[in-house]
């Protein structure tokens, strides 16, 4: 069954992110190689990124491992205390006791396109994650977009992700949930697709060697073709609301109506 959304599936943003992070990469790769033979190939690179403040995605992105005890349960006695004047003091027991968060690896994976002669990097393709769009990875991930684009390296940049800061805010840029961008070697201007919730992905420019036409990538086929072969829709509860941030009234009443729209299709059908 597809995704009941035209666009970005919002439901998509929670705990499944990590599959869809590396699903997307490898579709991507599977939708460009036919276009990119015999000069280029489409190779994956994955790195390891650590979150070193995993508390805002708990319960979202991370398992909720989070273990609260209140006082009534505290296997601690009081502790008699006695102070200088001889009199017996009572230590008041913690209300609550949490868990110490730990840091948290994160496993990313990026598509690197480069040309078969020569094995050099010619364009990157990078899915944003919650910890490229946080301190301190915001910091390293800009810092990595600024050496690639030394580097004279293509850079798009998918950020499906509503939550966070994106690496390449610019006031012109509209307040939307999603957007896709665009820097190409040696230009002075990044190219920008805002999404709203209701717009569909679209096709972006591939950009190769100057000698070179850019390639297409559809990037609302990709995100069905993963979402039907990963079987999303048995897993994902659209009874409840999508993963944070919280949607805006009219976003809320969308989203609804397109859910109820999808469901009374396929109840027709």
Not at 206 to 232: F, T
Request: charged share 20%.
């Amino acid at each position: 069954m597809p995704s009941p959304f035209p666009g970005m599936d919002p439901y998509l943003e929670g705990y499944l992110w990590p599959d869809v992070h590396s699903a997307l990469a490898s579709k991507i790769r599977q939708h460009l190689t036919p276009l990119l033979r015999p000069n280029y190939v489409a190779r994956l690179e994955v790195y390891m990124a650590e979150d070193p403040f995993p508390e805002g995605e708990i319960g979202i992105l991370y398992p909720d491992v989070e273990i609260v005890k209140t006082s009534g349960q505290s296997s601690v006695p009081p502790q008699p205390i006695a102070d200088s004047s001889s009199n017996t003091l009572t230590i008041t027991p913690p209300a609550i006791s949490v868990p110490l968060t730990q840091s948290v690896s994160v496993r990313l994976t990026t598509v690197e396109i480069r040309d078969t002669a020569n094995n050099k990097l010619v364009t990157s393709v990078e899915i944003l994650s919650p910890v490229n769009k946080k301190a301190p990875g915001l910091l390293t991930y800009r810092k990595e977009r600024q050496r690639l684009y030394q580097a004279n390296v293509h850079l798009l940049e998918l950020d499906l992700l509503r939550r966070g800061s994106r690496p390449f805010a610019h006031p012109r840029l509209p307040q939307v949930p999603y957007c896709i961008a665009l820097t190409r070697s040696e230009a002075r201007a990044t190219e920008l697709w805002p999404l709203e919730l209701e717009t569909s992905l679209p096709v972006v420019p591939i950009p190769l060697k100057a000698s070179d036409a850019d390639v297409p990538l559809d990037l609302q086929a990709v995100l069905a073709a993963i979402y039907d072969e990963a079987a999303y829709d048995l897993t994902l509860d659209y009874q409840q609301v999508p993963p944070p941030p919280i949607l805006s009234e009219s976003e809320a009443e969308w989203v609804k109506a397109t859910i109820h729209k999808s469901a009374n299709k396929s109840a027709a059908g």
